[in-house]
């Protein structure tokens, strides 16, 4: 069996440490695009791990982690991020597509010039104007820096053609140095991934499938311009890999008990008085990648129910149920209306000042939760709280989270 696992939500809905936990099952888990502007938090016997290139599951001894196609690659953050792992005395199992685009020094410093005119709140990684260069064909590959004269001369090009904001800050033959010493030292993870996914399903070899942000934020279908540059949904999988769409067998959705987001853009259900600032201190609710504090906000079942539509979730995960553990009441919006008039969740909504959440409320269960293992020891509120979720959603929980440790997480039968 193939899984994807999708986040249904603006991202950070704990996608790291679900893919934590279920990669013991497989013999591939595969990250298939965004960059290093992920951010996946993953507790190991009170260790924490961040990962922003790695997929999540490469703790796991003998499992094979894999960097397709779709992802663009800083190949100096991704050598530090290995570096940690080598402290710890892990040396993971790792395939590198030679197709991925570089992220160059010039792609940092554009995505700082266009966030101070843009303000969308990125991560100013590079990312961005790196799938910019892809859809532009201008972009380098990591194959292109296997010939230093292809290298040499797509780097001329593209410094030529970005001058104009460059104004000579970058020197070709330093990038050239850098780059190829770079190479050499990513070099013996590079392969055809493709090739070897195919293979893997052909031999019945199971894959997981692990995105790096989420639905909401999808090129396509998030709430758009306040997005990633790539697509993030299951559709983003075929595209970034190679596999063909009818090799996924299970696409598992993976949505926080309430809903945050990092940086600018819509959130209907935002709450930005005391309660947001008690989520966020509960929560943790602070930024992997950089840091910034998350905003938060009820539970949007609209915007969820879109998400589930997208990517055809079979099945649910709720993660940090136990930060709504000492509310009295808990609201969930079940309806948007614009004008007094219903409306649906749509990537293209001009002004999401005019869009009125509706909101059930919830009786709390005013006791902790970090502990119980099994779901028929959960609280009656608790439990009514999570059938309403899967009733408005038509999706049945497959698993909870009450913590961020992997023997933090409930089971359904």
Known sequence: ???????????????????????????????????????????????????????????????????????????????????????????????????????????????????????????????????????????????????????????ELNLLQKDYILKGKFKKEEIINEYLALFERI??????TRYILNKAITDGEPILFEGAQGTLLDIAFGTYPYVTSSHTTVGGISVGTGIPSNKISEIMGVMKAY????????????????????????????????????????????????????????????????????????????????????CEFQSWISDWSKVEPVYIEFPGWMKEIDKVKEYSELPKEAKDYLAAIEEMLGVKIDLISVGPRRDQTIKRD
């Open 259 to 342: 809903t945050t987001r990092v940086g600018e853009g819509p959130f209907p259900t935002e709450l930005k008085e005391e309660e947001g600032e008690r989520l966020r201190m509960k929560g943790r609710e602070y930024g992997a990648t950089t840091g910034r504090p998350r905003r938060c906000g009820w539970l949007d079942l609209v915007a969820a129910r879109y998400a589930t539509q997208v990517n055809g979730i079979n099945s649910l995960v709720i993660t940090k149920l136990d930060v709504l553990s000492d509310l009295p009441k808990i609201k969930v919006c079940t309806e948007y209306r614009i004008n007094n008039k219903p």
């Open 1 to 155: 069996m193939n899984l994807a696992i999708i986040g249904l939500q603006w991202g950070d809905e704990g996608k790291g440490k679900i893919v934590d936990l279920l990669a013991k099952d497989y013999n591939y888990i595969v990250r298939y695009q965004g960059g290093n502007n992920a951010g996946h938090t993953v507790d190991v016997d009170g260790f924490e791990f961040v990962f922003h290139l790695l997929p999540s599951g490469v703790l796991h001894p003998k499992k094979i982690g894999v960097i397709s196609e779709g992802v663009v690659v800083n190949p100096k953050e991704l050598l530090k991020e290995l570096a940690l792992l080598e402290e710890k005395g892990i040396t993971p199992n790792l395939y590198i597509s030679l197709g991925c685009h570089l992220i160059m020094p010039y792609h940092i410093f554009i995505d700082g010039a266009m966030e101070e005119s843009q303000k969308i709140g990125t991560t100013m990684r590079g990312i961005g104007p790196a799938y910019i260069d892809k859809v532009g064909r201008c972009g380098i590959r990591i194959a292109d820096l296997l010939d230093k004269k292809v290298f040499a001369e797509k780097l």
């Open 187 to 192: 070099k013996p993870y590079l392969a055809d």
